[in-house]
C-alpha cells in the first residue's frame, strides 16, 4: 500500500529516514534544512527515537556517530556552512566505518552566501571536504519523490557499506511542493551483527564483502572504535602494513562494490548526437530540454545521475563514447565537469550557473545549439 | 582499593606496557578510573570508555571493554549521542585539559547544562602532552612551556567552575597525589546520575615538569601535595594568593533531572 501526500523536499527527507528506520537525529538549525530538524523533533519521539539540539553541527554529526555506535540509526541535516564544520568528523565515521546520514540541503555561495537561495556547489565538498584519501557515497534526487526515494537508499547504503552517505538536495527542491507516494513499509537494510564466540570477535576483521560485521556499544562482543589506524582487533597500530591495508580495504570496500549504487538514468536515443549530463534540480530542465529537442528532430539525451560519489565513469563514457557533443548542466563553476573530463571524455562543455537563478530549458537548448 | 585483581577484567593485558612516560600521571588515573568501574559492579559489556586525542586519550588502548576515541574536543559530543541510544550504558569521558577545556569546552559546557548521565575525567597536566608541551588554557599564568618561553600570558581556566555554572549535578577536583580522594571522587562521579566531572592533576614530568623546573615525577607530586589545597581553605585565600595554588575538594552535588529522564517525560505529556 501506498498513499500520496503532498509535501516539501525536506519533509520527503525526514518522512524517510524515519521510514528507513532512523530514530535519532542531532542537529543545528541552518537554513534552508531547518524543517528537517523540527519535523524530527516532532516526529522522532513518538517512534521511541530522539531529537537533540546541539550546540553546533561539530557536535550534531559527532553525536549522530555515537547513536550510530549505541545502535540506532542516525542522521543529521544541515548546509553549507554547517557541512564545511561536520568535515572532521565525516572522516572520523569513514575511518571508524559507522553508518549515517548526512543530508546536505545545498544553498547559494562561498561563506554564508545567500542563505535561502539554490546551488550545487558542495559536489567537491562532498568528495574532498575532509582530509585524505577516502571514498564517500554522495547521492542527489531531482524531485520530492526522490528526497524519499534516495534518503531511503541513504540509510540502506551506510547500513551496507558501513559508512556515512551525503545526499545532495538544494534550496529548491528542498522547499518545492509536489505529490509523493510514500509506501508504508519500504525496504531496510540492517548492519550485519557478529555471531559466535564473543572472545574472537574482532570488530575490525572485515567480512568476505570486505565490510566488518558489527556490534552495538553494550553488546557483549566488544567494540574498540577509534580514528587512529587500527589493526583488525580495532587497537591503535603504527604498523605501514596496517595502515597500508586499512586505507586500501576503506576506499575497496565501496569502489568494488559500485553497482549496488543507485544506476544513473538516461532518457534518450540509443546513440544520441549531444549528451546532457546533469543531476538534482538542474536535471529537470535537461530532460525538459531534451523533450523540446527530441520535439525538433534533434538527437539529444540526458544522463541523470542520482549517484554522484563514487563517480558512475563506466555508465557515463559508454553513453558518450559515440556522441558529438557533450554539456554537462550544473549550478556552480564546473565540479562535476572536471570529473567527466577526467573520466576521458576531455571535450565536455559546461553550462553552469552561479548567480542563485535555476538553469532552464531554454538555456540548454540553446547551449546545445551554440555547440552545434 | 588497590587491588590489581580487580581490574584484571578490565584490562587489555596484551597492549601493556603502555606508551606513557616514566613518572606521567595517566596510568593512576587510568588505574583508579578502572577501580570504579569494578567496585561498582559494572560489566565490561555495560561501560563505554570513551576518550580524548592526547596522551591520556590513549588509555583506550588498554583496556579490553567497550572503547571509543573520536577527534580531538569532540568527546562529550559523540558520548552525547552513544548515551542517549543506550541509556542503560555507563560513559566515561576520560580527557586532556586541552581536549576538554579549549577545543572542546564549548562541549563541556553544553553536557553540563543538558545534565547528560555521563562522566567526564579530565586528565590536567597543565599542557599539551601528545603535542610536545604547549601551554592550554588550564596552564597557569606564567608557566613556561614550548610555545611560552617566557611566562604564559593570562590566567588558568578554572574547568570545574564553569561545568558547575552549567548546571553539572557533580563536581569535584584532586590530583593523582591525593590517591583515596581521587578514588572517592571518581566512585562519587560514577554514582552519580546526571552530569558529572572529575579533574584531576596529573604530572608531566616530561613537559611541564621539565619546562618549569619542577624535577622529576616525584618532585611533580610534591607540588601537588603543597600547592593542591582545600577548597574551603583556597576560598579563604587572597585572589592573589588563589594564583599560586589549586582547590581540590567537591564543588557541586546536586541531583537534578538528567536530560534523557526529562525528554522522555516530556514526550510522555505529549
Ligand atoms: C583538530 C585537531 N587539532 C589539533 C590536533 C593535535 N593535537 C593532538 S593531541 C593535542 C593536545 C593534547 O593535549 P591535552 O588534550 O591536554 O592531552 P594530553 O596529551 O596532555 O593528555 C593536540 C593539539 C588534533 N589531533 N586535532
Ligand atoms: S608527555 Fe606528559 S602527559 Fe604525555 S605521556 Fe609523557 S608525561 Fe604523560
Known sequence: ?372 | MNNLKEIDQYLAHKKLPHMWCPGCGNGVILKHLLLGLAVLGIPREKAVLASGIGCSGRAGDYVNFHRFQGTHGRTLAFATGIHLSNPELTVVCLMGDGDCGAIGLNHLLHAARRNINITAIVANNLNYGMTGGQYSPSTPEDSLTSTSRQGKTGAALDLCRLAAEAGANYVARSTVYHVREMHKYILEALNTRGFSMVELLTPCPTYYGRYNKIGDAVQMLEMFKEKAIPLNKFQNMEESEQQNHFWRGVLVRKNNPDFYTRYRQKEAVQ
Not at chain 1, 555508465?315 to 558518450?320: E, M, Q, V
Not at chain 1, 564546473?334 to 571524455?345: N, P, S, T
Open chain 1, 1 to 372: 500500500m501506498t498513499n500520496m501526500q503532498f509535501l516539501q523536499g525536506n519533509e520527503a527527507c525526514t518522512l524517510a529516514g524515519i521510514a528507513a528506520g532512523a530514530r535519532f537525529f542531532a542537529g543545528y538549525p541552518i537554513s534552508p534544512a531547518t524543517e528537517i530538524a523540527e519535523l524530527s523533533a516532532k516526529l522522532l519521539p513518538r517512534h521511541d527515537g530522539i531529537y537533540i539540539q546541539m550546540e553546533d553541527e561539530i557536535a550534531s554529526i559527532a553525536a549522530v556517530i555515537g547513536a550510530s555506535l549505541g545502535g540506532m540509526k542516525a542522521f543529521t541535516a544541515t548546509s553549507g556552512p554547517g557541512f564545511s564544520l561536520m568535515q572532521e568528523n565525516i572522516g572520523f565515521a569513514v575511518m571508524a566505518e559507522v553508518p549515517c546520514v548526512i543530508i546536505n540541503v545545498q544553498r547559494f555561495g562561498p561563506s554564508t552566501g545567500i542563505a535561502t537561495q539554490p546551488g550545487q556547489g558542495d559536489i567537491m565538498t562532498a568528495r574532498w571536504g575532509t582530509h585524505s584519501d577516502h571514498s564517500i557515497v554522495a547521492l542527489a534526487p531531482a524531485s520530492v519523490q526522490e528526497c524519499f526515494d534516495l534518503t531511503v537508499e541513504a540509510f540502506n547504503l551506510a547500513e551496507r557499506f558501513r559508512t556515512p552517505v551525503i545526499v545532495l538536495t538544494d534550496a529548491t527542491i528542498a522547499h518545492l511542493r509536489e505529490t509523493v507516494s510514500i509506501p508504508d513499509t519500504v525496504k531496510t537494510v540492517q548492519r550485519a551483527r557478529p555471531s559466535g564466540p564473543v572472545e574472537n570477535y574482532r570488530p575490525y576483521a572485515p567480512a568476505a564483502n570486505q565490510v566488518p560485521v558489527m556490534p552495538n556499544y553494550g553488546d557483549d562482543y566488544i567494540l574498540r572504535v577509534t580514528g587512529l589506524v587500527h589493526d583488525e582487533a580495532g587497537y591503535s597500530s603504527a604498523d605501514p602494513e596496517v595502515a597500508g591495508t586499512l586505507v586500501n580495504r576503506l576506499i575497496n570496500k565501496i569502489e568494488k562494490y559500485t553497482d549496488e549504487l543507485p544506476e544513473p538514468e538516461y532518457a534518450g536515443p540509443d546513440r544520441p548526437e549531444t549528451v546532457i549530463i546533469s543531476y538534482g534540480i538542474s536535471a529537470r530542465a535537461a530532460l525538459s530540454a531534451a523533450r523540446r529537442a527530441k520535439q525538433q528532430g534533434r538527437s539529444m539525451g540526458v544522463i541523470r545521475l542520482r549517484t554522484i560519489w563514487p563517480f558512475p565513469e563506466k555508465f557515463i563514457t559508454d553513453i558518450c563514447r559515440s556522441a558529438a557533443r557533450v554539456l554537462v548542466v550544473e549550478m556552480n563553476k564546473g565540479q562535476l565537469l572536471r570529473e567527466v573530463r577526467a573520466a576521458g571524455i576531455t571535450e565536455a562543455y559546461g553550462l553552469n550557473r552561479t548567480d542563485t537563478r535555476v538553469i532552464m530549458p531554454e538555456e540548454i537548448l540553446e547551449g546545445g545549439v551554440l555547440l552545434e
